[in-house]
């Protein structure tokens, strides 16, 4: 199971509901998300971009993706 939480202080708040009782044991692995710059965010949207680039159906693709309810 992964979750994501908030750390404040000594208590993680958990930012979604796990169906656990209250005052079991568990053991917890902490993965860091760093936060990415603008530039970074930029450069992975460049990156996406460029993947799409002379692709000659990408039009009707997206067309098809706006008619979906």
Do not use: C
């Amino acid at each position: 199971m992964r979750v994501k939480g908030i750390k404040h202080g000594k208590n993680i708040e958990l930012l979604e509901e796990i169906n656990i009782p209250d005052g079991t044991e568990i053991h917890i692995e902490v993965e860091i998300e760093q936060p990415v710059s603008e530039q970074e965010r930029l450069n992975r949207l460049n990156q996406i971009f460029r993947a799409w680039k002379n692709q000659p159906d990408l039009d009707t693709t997206f067309a098809e993706i706006n008619t979906e309810p």
